[in-house]
């Protein structure tokens, strides 16, 4: 439903609206609904327009007002919600393997002594997990780009 948030000193916090028919409502918002919405962030004026539901209550006056808020998840409030890093996918061509070319997505990348080419991801103590080794003389490296990817 929607309704008019309305506030003066002796009532505190309601709501007026119409029903769909010529007859003219007003109710008043349950004690502390305002406070816990500006809690979070949402701070609601006064002859402003609201959405809002009825809940029926035991004690007088009956029936409370309980504005609400819709929100909609923005891409940018998405990417705060989520934990997201930067990390590479590198494309490499392989000649000997069971395919000729293979993607990974990976922290880094580095070589040893052994002739061999690793991939790798940090763990949170920023240790690494080893996520593949091919051998230099078989392995062309080629695209790195930088992905972000969920954590």
């Not at 590198?90 to 990974?104: H, N, R």
Request: hydrophobic share 30%.
């Amino acid at each position: 439903m929607k309704g008019t948030l309305h506030h003066n000193n002796n009532r505190g916090w309601y709501i007026s609206y119409n029903e769909g028919t010529n007859n003219h409502y007003l109710v008043d918002v349950r004690p502390g609904r305002i406070d816990d919405l500006n809690h979070v962030g949402t701070f609601l004026k006064p002859d402003t327009e609201v959405d809002f539901i009825l809940e029926d209550v035991y004690e007088f006056p009956y029936r409370y007002a309980v504005p609400y808020i819709e929100t909609k998840e923005t891409p940018e409030l998405e990417k705060i919600l989520k934990k997201r890093k930067e990390q590479l996918k590198i494309t490499l061509w392989l000649t000997g393997f069971y395919s000729d070319e293979v993607e990974i997505i990976c922290d880094g990348y580095d070589t040893n002594s052994n002739g061999y080419w690793y991939f790798y991801t940090q763990d949170s103590n920023r240790g690494r997990e080893y996520l593949g080794a091919y051998p230099i003389g078989r392995t062309a490296i080629h695209k790195i780009e930088k992905v972000e990817t969920e954590i």
